[in-house]
């Protein structure tokens, strides 16, 4: 079973460049979100959806867009890259009525 | 901000024992979970307690949850190196949303 897949692995950007981060579920899961993780913090929720078509901001969503066209898919834009930006970023899932969330296995993203 | 804080930053144990760590968090919650992450992977789930709910068990684990002071224990007990990992509690209020705490560095030596 694939579960939740991110990619890429490992990123390493240059200040004001975009990029895309990939999330995909094969669990049919309603909600899925995306966190980012620095030492110390714990995780933060960035961005939030609940279904296709609807998404909301988290914690920290200034420097993020993101998507829901298909149950499957929530990708993260970032628009231009900074160094604050440098974190490990994590995609979860899980059902509306079930919270137990199952995540991928992180982008380490560096921004230089 | 984080919901919750978790108490301590950092357990190290020897094999055998038993590791407690803490959780305190901030508003009314609808459920309280925790999570275990080993170093450089993603989130695994491993139990998830109810606000209606006071204890609960899965295998080694023990999870308590206490509303009136906003707190929740686990419990692993008889602890294997394999326990090694960060692990942290997260709370649920409005729908699916997590808010996690700061995590526990547990390390289990043999």
């Known amino acids: 079973n694939a579960g939740v897949t991110q990619t890429p692995k490992f990123q390493v950007l240059k200040t004001g460049q975009s990029m895309t981060l990939q999330c995909a579920q094969d669990?049919?899961?309603?909600?899925m979100s995306w966190y980012r993780q620095d030492p110390g913090m714990g995780l933060r929720l960035i961005h939030y959806?609940?279904?296709?078509?609807?998404?909301d901001q988290g914690e920290v969503p200034n420097g993020y867009n993101v998507s829901r066209s298909t149950t499957e898919d929530f990708p993260l834009r970032l628009l231009s890259a900074a160094p604050s930006q440098t974190s490990v970023y994590f995609c979860?899932?899980?059902?509306?009525?079930?919270?137990?969330?199952?995540f991928g296995q992180g982008t380490r993203l560096t921004v230089v | 901000s984080q919901q919750g804080e978790e108490d301590p930053q950092a357990l190290s144990i020897q094999e055998g024992e038993n590791a407690t760590m803490n959780c305190s968090y901030k508003?009314?919650?609808?459920?309280l979970q925790w999570y275990r992450q080993n170093s450089g992977r993603g989130l695994v789930h491993l139990i998830l307690?109810?606000?209606?709910?006071r204890e609960k068990h899965s295998g080694r684990l023990r999870v308590t949850l206490d509303t009136s002071k906003k707190s929740s224990s686990l419990l692993i007990t008889a602890s294997r190196a394999a326990d090694t990992a960060s692990y942290f509690c997260?709370?649920?209020?409005?729908?699916?949303?997590?808010?996690f705490g700061t995590g526990t560095r547990l390390q289990v030596t043999l």
């Open positions: 979860a899932s899980s059902y509306l009525r079930a919270p137990e969330a199952f």
């Open positions: 669990m049919n899961h309603e909600y």
């Open positions: 959806s609940v279904g296709a078509g609807i998404t």
């Open positions: 508003t009314s919650i609808n459920n």
């Open positions: 307690i109810r606000s209606n709910e």
């Open positions: 997260a709370t649920t209020g409005t729908a699916s949303k997590l808010t």
